[in-house]
């Protein structure tokens, strides 16, 4: 049976999606999808998978995608990320018999994407995405999806997407952001692009961005036109966002924690959703923040969780008549809700030391004197900080190293070539040489090796000679024999 194609996937395979969970590093698993879908999602994507890894690696596999056979678990999209497009294919060859379409990440803008140099850092590189498409397109059983962000250039964007659906793309989802709008320079995303892209194309289109709640999914498709809309912050913050409900934040960490029990994942995974879900009221009671980020197992999780209900339900018993919703929120701390992210001077005001009730603090609010200088310090320098207080973060105190004599990187203080250890262990192999500073042997070794070589010899040589003349006196023997 030929696979399906555009307009026909989306409407067959994909049952008319409408509502879709977006692709989440670590965040939309198994557990994750199974409650979304049970409160209105349609349609759901793997967290994003590095192709490479995931051709070499069985356990890699084992534990992202041939799990448990799930069939609520369809339709299902599996994303990865890649620059080559073999290792790609290959790739997506291993897991297209799990899912009903294989997505090519065109939209990370992290820094680890740029590194690996893979997602939105791929946009500029038409000739190896058209190749990557044609590929996959001849390939797979399954169609072949796109997720891309914008170009700054409505034109552009639109001969970008023109191109993917000529390489062989059925369905396109269109962040509607740059590579540079993220964290707090995220911004709105323009559903103008968006717009523009579905007018272009004969292809199913995806929106994200902007997506809090249900009416901002309703508004999205009647502006732009598109198939669907995708969320990933609204739909973590909360899950029955595809349902137009905001529940109290227990009922739904209770559901996933029950999930979980069936469909086990990372601890990793299970503290970050709570602390998406468990975001605003977090603000409040800190020490209980500081619990669930300290918690070892699933059951000291739910233990935090339920604390949490009960300082919620106790506050909810003590509220006065008329009482408003404080910090500006929508709801109550305890209901789930959309968090805006902060632009950077809301983020500088947040990290201020001007605590607000009950110490509410911004999330990553330290201040630290350094030298009479107050410094803002990042999660992972505050976590430096309190295991070594006598650390400094000033770059003009950091020791200076000498290079390596070969490529540039600091060399080993004791190394007796003046090099790194990359650069030595390849000349200490290549002249049969030792490096105390670096802990190579190769001459030893190799002297060891000869005498151990010389000594075997000498034992097998007396063998020998012992058993010529056992040999000889045989003979010796039978010749008497014969002579008599």
């Not at 191109?163 to 989802?173: D, F, I, N, P, V």
């Not at 902007?210 to 502006?223: A, F, G, W």
């Not at 992972?380 to 105190?397: A, I, V």
Request: glycine share 6%; hydrophobic share 35%.
């Amino acid at each position: 049976m030929p696979k399906l194609r555009g307009e026909a996937f989306w409407r067959e395979t994909l049952r008319s999606a409408h509502y879709v969970v977006a692709p989440m590093v670590d965040q939309s698993e198994l557990a994750w999808r199974l409650l979304s879908r049970r409160h209105g999602a349609q349609l759901c994507y793997t967290p994003m998978l590095h192709a490479q890894v995931f051709l070499r690696d069985a356990n890699y596999r084992r534990e992202n995608l041939y799990g448990e056979a799930c069939p609520e678990d369809r339709p299902l999209i599996v994303q990865f990320c890649a620059n080559d497009p073999e290792v790609f294919v290959q790739a997506a060859l291993l897991a297209q018999d799990y899912c009903d379409a294989i997505d090519l990440n065109l939209g990370c803008p992290q820094m680890i994407a740029k590194r690996g140099h893979y997602g939105a850092f791929l946009q500029e590189e038409w000739d190896l995405l058209q190749r990557m498409i044609l590929l996959a397109n001849e390939k797979l059983s399954v169609p072949i999806t796109c997720k891309i962000r914008v170009f700054p250039d409505i034109d552009k964007t639109v001969k970008y997407a023109q191109m993917l659906e000529k390489a062989g793309c059925q369905l396109l989802t269109v962040h509607g952001r740059t590579k540079e709008q993220k964290g707090p320079l995220a911004g709105v995303a323009s559903w103008e692009h968006i717009q523009a892209v579905r007018k272009a194309v004969n292809i199913p289109v995806f929106a994200n961005g902007n997506i809090q709640c249900l009416s901002d999914v309703e508004e999205c498709i009647r502006k732009t036109g598109v198939h669907g809309v995708m969320s990933a912050e609204g739909n973590l913050h909360n899950p029955a966002l595809f349902e137009g409900r905001n529940p109290l934040v227990w009922e739904m960490a209770e559901e996933y924690l029950e999930i979980v029990r069936k469909y086990p994942c990372p601890l990793s995974y299970v503290r970050a959703h709570l602390f998406k879900l468990w975001h605003h009221t977090l603000q409040v009671y800190q020490q209980l923040r500081e619990e669930l980020a300290k918690v070892k197992t699933l059951e000291g999780i739910v233990d935090v969780n339920r604390e949490l209900k009960l300082r919620c339900q106790e506050e909810i018993a003590n509220q006065k008549e008329g009482e408003k919703p404080k910090e500006g929120l929508p709801f109550f701390h305890w209901v789930c809700q959309p968090y805006i992210r902060p632009g950077p001077k809301e983020r500088c005001r947040e990290n201020g030391d001007s605590g607000t009730e009950k110490g509410v603090r911004g999330k990553r609010a330290l201040e630290e004197e350094e030298d009479g200088n107050s410094e803002l310090l990042s999660k992972n320098k505050q976590k430096k900080k309190l295991r070594n207080p006598n650390k400094s973060f000033d770059p003009s105190l950091k020791p200076k190293y000498a290079k390596c004599d070969q490529c540039g990187n600091p060399k080993g203080n004791k190394c007796v070539f003046n090099m790194c250890r990359g650069c030595c262990k390849k000349r200490a192999f290549k002249e049969v040489a030792d490096c105390p500073g670096h802990g190579l042997l190769f001459k030893t070794k190799y002297e060891k090796s000869l005498s151990w070589q010389h000594s075997q010899r000498r034992i097998q040589t007396p063998e020998i000679t012992q058993r010529g003349d056992a040999e000889v006196g045989e003979t010796a023997v039978l010749k008497e024999a014969g002579d008599s």
